[in-house]
């Protein structure tokens, strides 16, 4: 329901900020549209990045190396755990004060934002698969399963906080989104997240 409201009024802001673009023409935008914090900054939270995917995790005691005494390791002692489970990751800025800005000088907007993070991971346990290959001497140890799953979303969240496809695919999102945002008021927009260099995602409409 939340991510409905919050299309809807990315939507209508879209719509509002276009149709006053048009109305002004070649005349001047009203500035209190071009810096309207609150709409630039609830269009760059509202633009996340969604992905799903799979994390999985084997833990194993023996090699498979195809010996003799291997061969008698897994026999009576392996103990091999296997576990995928289905995920759902977000990144995206979370804005406040202190991380954001609209610079407006003349025919140029710049929007300082944070650098895109991870903002959430949800693994779907319920849809976890399992497998378990017991030695003949070994037993079932349900805290064995617990730090395997435990180690998994340490070790899968933290590849996805360094995933630099993501993290770049989320900027490239805020980007357009912000590009769309002023594309109809005939400005320059300039775009800086974090300690990046400002880049020009809209140039400078000519008259």
């Known amino acids: 329901m ?18 006053i673009g048009k ?5 001047t935008v ?4 071009v810096s309207n914090s609150m709409i ?34 897994k026999l009576f002692i392996e103990s091999t755990i296997q576990v995928q489970v289905p995920y759902t990751a977000k990144y995206g800025v979370n804005v406040d004060d202190k991380n954001f800005n609209i610079d407006v000088a003349e025919k140029k907007v710049t929007v300082t934002l944070p650098a895109p993070r991870l903002l959430s991971y949800e693994l ?9 290959k017991k030695g003949l001497l070994m037993f079932q140890d349900d805290e064995t399963y617990t730090d395997v799953q435990k180690k998994l979303y340490q070790e899968s969240r933290g590849q996805l906080q360094q995933n630099v496809t993501y993290l770049q695919q989320s900027k490239d999102k805020i980007k357009n989104t912000i590009a769309r945002y002023y594309a109809p008021l005939g400005y320059e927009v300039q775009l800086k997240f974090g300690n990046d260099a400002a880049v020009t995602i809209l140039p400078l409409k000519k008259d």
């Open 124 to 132: 779907k346990v319920d849809q976890m698969q399992t497998s378990n």
């Open 23 to 27: 109305q002004f023409g070649g005349k």
């Open 40 to 73: 630039v900054r609830e269009i760059a939270e509202l633009a996340s990045l969604e992905v799903q995917g799979n994390a999985s995790i084997k833990r194993s005691n023996v090699d498979n190396d195809g010996t003799w005494g291997g061969n008698m390791k």
């Open 30 to 33: 009203s500035q209190q549209v």
């Open 2 to 19: 939340k991510k409905v409201i919050g299309a809807i009024i990315l939507l209508l802001a879209l719509i509002g900020v276009f149709f």
